[in-house]
């Protein structure tokens, strides 16, 4: 893969989302599950990484990530849903096993 940089979307326990972009998300996703994240995750451990998506800087990530920052749940669900062609998780599963 070619991705300098991953906006990604993760599940918190309490079924809420936490939206971020990483280099890294295999060690990005294993920060946030220790404890030592976002202020945010560090209270409704454990996370799940439901969605990622690649792009080709760090610039893009983080655009990509402010836009869905910024939408309601509703949207945020249906970005989710009409966007599963781009999302890598089944390559960090087969990559990595089960996440």
């Given at each position: ?43 409704r451990?454990?996370?799940k ?51």
């Open positions: 893969m070619d991705h300098k940089a991953y906006m990604y979307v993760l599940e918190c326990r309490d079924g809420s989302y936490y939206i971020g972009y990483t280099t890294d998300v295999r060690r990005r996703l294993a920060i946030h599950n220790s404890g030592k994240g976002a202020k945010y995750t560090r209270a451990l454990p996370v990484l439901i969605y990622a998506q690649g792009f080709a800087s760090k610039e893009e990530a983080m655009s990509a990530e402010a836009l869905l920052k910024r939408k309601k749940r509703p949207q945020k669900e249906e970005f989710l849903s009409e966007n599963q062609d781009r999302n890598l998780l089944s390559y960090f599963e087969e990559s990595w096993g089960v996440l």
